[in-house]
């Protein structure tokens, strides 16, 4: 986990890079996890919000989004399966969206994962897949 922490403000910044290219607003969360998925660390960066309100809470109960949950909860679903977030494998878990913007790699001592949220589900990906392109960690 060492190694990530030296890689990981890399990662961000270059995450970050890449939602401002493409101009969207969001959240990065960047974590190496352990084999087992049990045992974390992470860094999270708004870039410019961490939530969006839908502006019309009588269509939900949820009055709109927020983007740090989502991030994570797309990271605890590739905690679980081992696969880049809405992969399908199965469905969702309570706390879980199914959403895509979460890519995860095997490394020597587990994985890491890059997570994006406050886009549209292919900018998200991308804005993941930037992040762990710019991963250096074996």
């Not at 270059?14 to 996890?33: F, T």
């Not at 740090?68 to 990271?75: F, P, R």
């Not at 880049?84 to 490394?107: C, D």
């Not at 589900?121 to 074996?138: P, R, T």
Request: proline share 2%; with cysteine; glycine share 10%.
């Amino acid at each position: 986990m060492e190694e990530f922490q030296s890689n990981a403000a890399k990662i961000i910044i270059e995450m970050e890079n890449h939602a401002r290219k493409l101009g969207v607003k969001g959240v990065i969360v960047v974590a190496s996890m352990d084999n087992s998925g049990l045992s974390w660390v992470s860094q999270m960066k708004a870039v410019d919000t961490i939530k969006v309100l839908d502006g019309s809470p009588e269509k939900s109960q949820y009055p709109g989004y927020n983007f740090i949950g989502v991030a994570y909860s797309k990271a605890a679903e590739m905690a679980d399966t081992k696969l880049n977030s809405g992969s399908k494998v199965r469905p969702a878990y309570q706390g879980e969206f199914g959403y895509q913007g979460g890519v995860i790699k095997k490394v020597q001592t587990g994985y890491v994962l890059t997570v994006f949220s406050g886009a549209t589900s292919e900018q998200d990906l991308e804005i993941a897949k930037a992040g762990m392109n710019a991963c250096h960690v074996k």
